[in-house]
């Protein structure tokens, strides 16, 4: 998949590989974000950390959350 050109289904993959990877409860919050409603750019980034680590501590999980909500326009 090539993350490199916006589109909805790469918003859509990440955001449901991140969840997953992050194993969060809530993860229905981020279900109806589109591509017009958030920075694409730092939701690639996101993803790409997320996605290179094997493990994740409590406190990263944290973090990542708090920079999922900033995300949005």
Request: proline letters at 3%; hydrophobic letters at 40%; aromatic letters at 6%.
């Amino acid at each position: 998949m090539n993350l490199e050109k916006p589109s909805q289904e790469n918003v859509t993959y990440m955001l449901n590989e991140i969840t997953s990877k992050l194993k969060m409860a809530n993860a229905s919050v981020f279900e109806n974000l589109t591509l017009e409603s958030i920075h694409y750019e730092p939701l690639v980034d996101i993803y790409t950390v997320i996605h290179r680590k094997k493990s994740i501590s409590l406190r990263e999980m944290q973090l990542f959350a708090e920079e999922l909500r900033t995300i949005r326009k």
